[in-house]
């Protein structure tokens, strides 16, 4: 890696990625494997052999495209200002936001405020489980699966295909753990072109979130269930926003080619051609808006029983959480997976983890405890386990 002085800020390598890895390899002057640096290749040794009438051309045509680039730019700052605008609008309503773009309901939020009941069952939660169509079709790929399978007197595999028994199978513990993790996958963008890791990432810091901030919960008086459940949902923003921009910016674009065909604008038309999504708008959108949208929808949740609404909110404010409060398990869990998924992307190095680590007040025997938890993995019982 390269000097310290000049590493670009942990928060915007942890940024960009979120959105791609290659492109923190980029800040930090890395290459990619495979790749090979231009002074390397064959077009390199070309280049050097270029006559000098080839090099004159070569800087008329680089003027060219300079002007051509200033002229895309003004064409995409347009665009991103009609995308802006029309995301402003979508997220003055946060049942729309909730319904229409996360495709959640209103038996979503019941079903995640019965599990944080210490004494819980089954059928209560087989109420609000049944009311939603796509967590039938999960649950049975989960429970059918080999870490969750169950086997009769004669050793058969017991097939199941029934809600209730798969609950049953699964365990309430599991549930706890399980449920919120499926709906925050139903949440996560799928078209993210060209930037296709995207949900993968975000599925990946949620899960580390989550973990972290039940290990932490140890620690503290905040209830586990309340602060998994936090940690896991607390990105339903940034799914929005994520979801949001590339629907938006394509809808935008279409129109604006329509409309540059209709006046024939051919330098327009030509520049739009040659937009793509930008992935520093998006991380910028991010920044701006995730963690207002993620406390706005909490609040369209009307949760009774689960205790986020209020933290997630301190944390969109930015405000100062106190100490051991479920406000501040969040914070810091949040940063304890941005190091480790950092750390395990290759974006910050071995010396880098102390002094991040330091930033953050942890309470003591924390950091030591979670050295040996894979954060990354949901802590799920399997059916052989449960006995």
């Known amino acids: 890696m390269t000097d310290d002085k000049?590493?670009?800020?942990?928060?915007?390598?942890?940024?960009?990625?979120?959105?791609?890895?290659?492109?923190?390899?980029?800040?930090?002057?890395?290459?990619?494997?495979?790749?090979?640096?231009?002074?390397?290749?064959?077009?390199?040794?070309?280049?050097?052999e270029l006559l000098h009438v080839e090099k004159v051309a070569i800087k008329n045509k680089a003027l060219q495209e300079q002007h051509e680039a200033s002229f895309i730019d003004s064409v995409r700052f347009d665009l991103h200002e009609?995308?802006?605008?029309?995301?402003?609008?979508?997220?003055?309503?946060?049942?729309?936001?909730?319904q229409k773009v996360l495709s959640l309901s209103d038996d979503t939020a019941d079903m995640l405020d019965t599990l944080s009941l210490r004494a819980t069952t089954i059928s209560r939660i087989e109420r609000f489980a049944s009311a939603q169509p796509w967590l039938y079709d999960e649950l049975m790929q989960i429970v059918n699966s080999p870490a969750h399978r169950r086997r009769d007197s004669k050793g058969?595999?017991?097939?199941?295909?029934?809600?209730?028994?798969?609950?049953?199978?699964?365990?309430?513990?599991?549930?706890?753990?399980?449920?919120?993790?499926?709906?925050?996958?139903?949440?996560?963008?799928?078209?993210?072109?060209?930037?296709?890791?995207?949900?993968?990432?975000?599925?990946?810091?949620?899960?580390?979130?989550?973990?972290?901030?039940?290990?932490?919960?140890?620690?503290?008086?905040?209830?586990?269930?309340?602060?998994?459940?936090?940690?896991?949902?607390?990105?339903?923003?940034?799914?929005?926003?994520?979801?949001?921009?590339?629907?938006?910016?394509?809808?935008?674009?279409?129109?604006m080619l329509e409309e540059a065909q209709r006046n024939r604008q051919r330098d327009v038309h030509d520049a739009l051609l040659k937009i793509r999504p930008s992935a520093n708008y998006l991380i910028a959108l991010q920044n701006e808006y995730a963690d207002k949208v993620s406390a706005d929808i909490f609040e369209h949740m009307h949760f009774r029983r689960l205790s986020i609404v209020t933290p997630m909110r301190s944390v969109a404010n930015n405000e100062t959480p106190e100490p051991g409060s479920l406000a501040d398990v969040l914070t810091q869990a949040r940063h304890y997976a941005q190091v480790?998924?950092?750390?395990?992307?290759?974006?910050?190095?071995?010396?880098?983890?102390?002094?991040?680590?330091?930033?953050?007040?942890?309470?003591?025997?924390?950091?030591?405890?979670?050295?040996?938890?894979?954060?990354?993995?949901?802590?799920?019982?399997?059916?052989?386990?449960?006995?």
């Open 340 to 387: 480790r998924m950092a750390y395990q992307h290759r974006v910050v190095d071995k010396k880098e983890l102390k002094p991040l680590f330091v930033q953050r007040k942890y309470p003591p025997g924390a950091l030591e405890a979670m050295k040996e938890v894979d954060i990354f993995q949901l802590p799920v019982i399997s059916s052989s386990e449960n006995g």
């Open 156 to 255: 058969r595999v017991i097939v199941v295909e029934s809600l209730r028994t798969a609950l049953s199978f699964i365990g309430i513990e599991n549930l706890r753990i399980i449920l919120p993790s499926l709906v925050f996958k139903r949440t996560l963008p799928q078209i993210t072109d060209p930037y296709p890791q995207i949900k993968h990432k975000l599925l990946q810091y949620a899960n580390g979130t989550a973990v972290a901030a039940r290990e932490l919960a140890r620690f503290t008086s905040v209830k586990p269930v309340d602060a998994f459940t936090l940690g896991m949902l607390s990105n339903l923003g940034r799914c929005t926003i994520t979801r949001l921009y590339f629907r938006l910016f394509d809808g935008v674009q279409r129109k």
């Open 6 to 48: 000049s590493l670009p800020a942990f928060d915007e390598r942890f940024d960009n990625l979120l959105i791609a890895q290659e492109r923190v390899f980029k800040m930090l002057g890395r290459r990619s494997p495979g790749e090979v640096r231009f002074e390397e290749s064959e077009q390199g040794d070309a280049r050097r």
């Open 82 to 98: 009609l995308v802006m605008h029309e995301l402003n609008m979508q997220l003055e309503s946060s049942e729309n936001i909730y």
